[in-house]
């Protein structure tokens, strides 16, 4: 038996500047236009990166709500929700990754458990930008 995808669209303010486009890899890219909702594959922080400095500056917390992103601004805050679970959490990029292929986003431990998604390790999920830094 096959499993469906379904997105949740969910309404969100205006941006004020560039927003999210898909380049070829289906990786947000800076650009204008309209507001996307991107598909992807997100995965989790495991625990040896706890205390490591992130792109960022600042030092990663498993407890924080935060994420990275290849292309995003750092500081931007997306959306992530996991269909399989219809859980929703709203994270900070303050870091760059993830770095394996077919990966989209690596998500906090905490963002992870908040969306359901920490016992496969990997998970299908579509990322809407909130908002942009500044």
Known sequence: MRAAFFAVILPVAPLRGAIADVDWRGHAIASSGDTRVLHGRASFYGNRFIGRETASGERYDADAMTAAHKT??????????????????????????PYLRGRSIDLSRSAARALGITGGGVADVTIEVVSLPG
Request: charged share 25%; hydrophobic share 40%; aromatic share 4%.
């Open 72 to 97: 995003l601004p750092i500081g931007t805050k997306v959306r992530v929700t996991a269909p399989s679970t219809w859980r929703t959490v709203v994270v900070r990029i303050n870091d760059r990754g």
